[in-house]
């Protein structure tokens, strides 16, 4: 039998997300004081704190790609900060992609996760080595990918390892990088050796996903 997801999963989904990063709000927020605003763990819990139940007002109407194209919408009147800005960019960017489907499988989450990539890089107009949450989602989407041409058939917490051990690779990586937008690069010589703060929130949200969909096998 195929692993998928139905559509009346995906609220659920995205309170694992909000679960975690309830659980590293602190941890973001001390991250991001030290290069950016310090309210990085604020926005990320107010954000995906908020999305299953703006997913849930669309979820008796609409696909999975209608529901996250509207949620996205929604998300971004309340966290309208840069970082909220680019969550529901990727969101709306994913569900555009998605239009029509009311099952998530395989192939489906591989598209979610690289089109969500994709919408942050768009509108954030960065691209990977900038030091961005990117660095992470990129990695992780290339992993999935590359997870699921090997084998179409492959399970979706098989697909959400890959991608998370991806995302800690790119992680890693942005140790070496200088950052680029914002504040952090008024304080770039801070930035040698620590990793970046988004791309740490990014790993986080692959996490959360994962905490769902593996706890569903």
């Known amino acids: 039998m195929a692993d998928v997801m139905g559509r009346e999963e995906i609220p659920a989904l995205f309170e694992a997300v909000a679960e975690i990063f309830e659980e590293k709000?602190?941890?973001l927020c001390a991250m991001d004081a030290n290069m950016g605003d310090g309210d990085l763990g604020l926005t990320m819990c107010r954000g995906y704190g908020a999305l299953p139940n703006l997913l849930r007002?669309?979820?008796e109407t609409e696909d999975i790609g209608k529901m996250l194209r509207k949620a996205g919408m929604d998300m971004?009147?309340?966290?309208?900060?840069t970082?909220?800005?680019l969550m529901a960019s990727g969101l709306m960017a994913a569900g555009k992609a998605l239009k029509g489907k009311v099952e998530l499988g395989s192939a489906e989450l591989c598209a979610y996760l690289t089109v969500f990539a994709q919408?942050?890089?768009?509108?954030g107009k960065c691209e990977r080595g900038d030091r961005t949450i990117l660095d992470a989602l990129g990695v992780a989407a290339e992993r999935a990918e590359e997870t699921c041409a090997a084998d179409p058939d492959t399970g979706l917490a098989e697909i959400m390892e890959a991608a998370i051990a991806g995302a800690r690779d790119g992680v890693e990586a942005t140790k070496a990088m200088l950052p680029k937008f914002g504040k952090a690069a008024v304080f770039s010589a801070?930035?040698?050796?620590?990793?970046d703060q988004g791309a740490v929130a990014g790993l986080y949200l692959l996490e959360g996903m994962n905490r769902y969909i593996s706890a569903r096998t």
């Open 25 to 27: 709000k602190e941890e």
């Open 57 to 59: 007002q669309y979820l």
């Open 76 to 81: 971004a009147f309340v966290v309208p900060s």
């Open 83 to 85: 970082m909220g800005t």
């Open 119 to 123: 919408g942050i890089a768009e509108r």
């Open 190 to 195: 801070k930035a040698k050796g620590i990793p």
